[in-house]
């Protein structure tokens, strides 16, 4: 009764632990091993976008069953992930895309909760490719501070090419040319055949250090990537 007891306290734990780490704001992370206390997860971080599923592996020492292993998401609502293989001491998962944002899910064993690691989750409905410095400018550059996909609510049947909006919010980091002033660069929205979709300029008539600028996009129905010019 104690052990079944401890592991009810040790798996509540995991949960809460998990769900603090989802409410914290989605930092950038490489792709590295995610190391826990007798397991390895392949990456520490995976980006899914709408319509697509993606996979991690799980890996436990030597002459540990991983069909022992079990996976919690903190938001379910944001992707889910199920385990589609076993073999020995290693396990697959897929991850699925849900209503898209971020979250952070742990992958556990069964016989002790104690063994863990974590893995975070981005699910967007594009791949955004955002470079640190935007622009063409060395001298002039902004860089994001956010960005959101909205619902695109122009249903007018001409118009049902897009799936959302993109909104953007970028800011002047550095502005050392005065003969520059009229800042601005470009983005695009690619297809998975990588065929350009749609190009979009963002820009500023008036550049200033620290000012933050705004731009809206509607994103074309086919589009599975969002990449800005930058050097």
């Not at 401890?6 to 603090?20: D, E, G, P």
Request: charged share 15%; with cysteine.
């Amino acid at each position: 009764m104690k052990t079944i007891m401890k592991r009810k306290k040790l798996l509540c734990s995991l949960l809460t632990f998990v769900i603090a780490l989802s409410a914290a704001p989605a930092l950038s992370a490489s792709a590295k091993e995610s190391v826990g206390n007798g397991l390895i997860l392949s990456t520490d971080s995976i980006t899914i976008v709408d319509g697509a599923a993606a996979t991690f592996t799980a890996v436990l020492g030597e002459g540990f069953d991983a069909s022992r292993l079990a996976c919690v998401v903190a938001d379910p609502s944001v992707a889910t992930i199920t385990p589609i293989a076993y073999a020995a001491n290693a396990a697959a998962y897929q991850v699925t895309y849900g209503n898209g944002g971020s979250t952070v899910a742990a992958v556990y064993n069964l016989d002790n909760p104690n063994v863990v690691a974590y893995i975070t989750v981005n699910a967007s409905p594009l791949i955004m490719d955002i470079p640190s410095r935007l622009g063409t400018n060395h001298d002039n550059y902004c860089a994001l501070v956010s960005y959101e996909f909205v619902p695109y609510d122009f249903t007018y049947a001409d118009f049902n090419d897009y799936k959302s909006s993109l909104k953007l919010q970028y800011q002047c980091t550095s502005y050392k040319d005065d003969a520059y002033a009229k800042w601005g660069c470009y983005g695009y929205f690619y297809d998975a055949a990588g065929n350009v979709l749609s190009k979009v300029h963002l820009y500023c008539s008036s550049l200033a250090k620290g000012r933050i600028y705004h731009s809206e996009f509607n994103v074309p129905v086919n589009a599975v990537r969002f990449a800005i010019e930058g050097f």
